[in-house]
């Protein structure tokens, strides 16, 4: 058998699979369809001679087409949902009795919850908690840490079992903290740093940002004296759906850093600088 054609063979295998993944993502079937052609699209492009898992690399693709697409509907309004039709979306495991019982819990109002997640909590969510993919492998799809891409899926999960604390409430507790972390780091104050964040927090820059002279890592005191005196041009900002802030210079906006928070304190720091990556990033700035 040619590899064109155990290639076909292997994607129309995994068909069903990948359009579950993708529907959950999206909630909407001819979205859903949409970004698992485009997936062909790119395997049919792709020398995969070097994948040794398949399956698991036509996931991640796919999960970062949906990505893009929620982020993109960002920049406009939401798209109505499409009523769920669970005959057609078989279980990754191709298990139909877990199909049988996902499809009571994957109804329309499931797919309501997952449409006020920031895109990267619905994906990492829908990857983890719904098809097992490790943190480790879901970080890389969204531009988080493994740390950071845990904490994303926690508190989603929390939103959609209605266990999450009142929106309002919660966004203002971590506003306090993120505008504390900006105003120590602005005043070189190492101990009010300190006293925000998580002892294992971690810091990852993407290529870009680490030119600025940071670079990854962890443990709250090396954190705490890399961002001591700095921020200085720093606005808070709501970034792709989480507290963080941006950075301008010369009216274009070089660095988004978002910080994922948890039990009160600073668990992971995420900085984007990639023009490209930056464009894609949805924000606005918190007014006082």
């Known amino acids: 058998m040619d590899e064109k054609k155990w290639l076909t063979q292997e994607f129309e295998a995994n068909r069903a699979h990948l359009r579950a993944a993708a529907y959950r993502m999206l909630g909407s079937r001819s979205e859903a369809e949409d970004a698992v052609q485009e997936a062909w699209l790119r395997l049919s492009r792709t020398d995969t001679t070097g994948v040794g898992n398949l399956v698991g690399w036509l996931t991640t693709v796919v999960a970062r087409i949906c990505l893009d697409m929620l982020r993109a509907r960002k920049t406009r309004r939401e798209e109505p ?3 769920p039709v669970h005959a057609g979306i ?3 495991a191709n298990d139909p009795e877990r199909e049988a019982a996902f499809a009571d819990s994957v109804g329309l109002a499931l797919l309501v919850v997952l449409q006020t997640l920031a895109p ?3 994906v990492a969510f829908v990857l983890h908690d719904m098809f097992d993919l490790p943190f480790d492998e879901i970080a890389p799809i969204i531009g988080r840490s493994s740390a950071a891409t845990r904490q994303l899926a926690s508190r989603a999960r929390r939103r959609v079992q209605g266990l999450d604390e009142t929106p309002d409430v919660d966004f203002a507790r971590k506003r306090t903290i993120a ?5 120590a ?7 009010a740093l300190l006293a925000v964040l998580s002892p294992d927090v971690v810091f990852r820059p993407d290529a870009t940002a680490a030119r600025y002279g940071i670079g990854e890592m962890r443990g709250s005191t090396d954190v705490a004296e890399a961002f001591k005196g700095r921020a200085q041009a720093a606005e808070a900002a709501v970034v792709d759906g989480e507290l ?6 010369g009216g274009q906006t070089r660095i988004a850093v978002t910080l994922t928070i948890a039990d009160g304190k600073i668990v992971a720091i995420d900085a984007v600088a990639d023009p490209e990556r ?9 007014q006082d």
């Open 120 to 122: 990267a909590e619905r």
């Open 185 to 191: 780091s602005r005043n070189g104050d190492l101990e």
């Open 244 to 249: 963080g802030f941006v950075v301008h210079t």
């Open 278 to 286: 930056l464009r894609q990033i949805s924000y606005s700035i918190l």
């Open 81 to 83: 949902l499409e009523a």
């Open 90 to 92: 078989a279980d990754p």
């Open 179 to 183: 505008e504390t972390f900006l105003a």
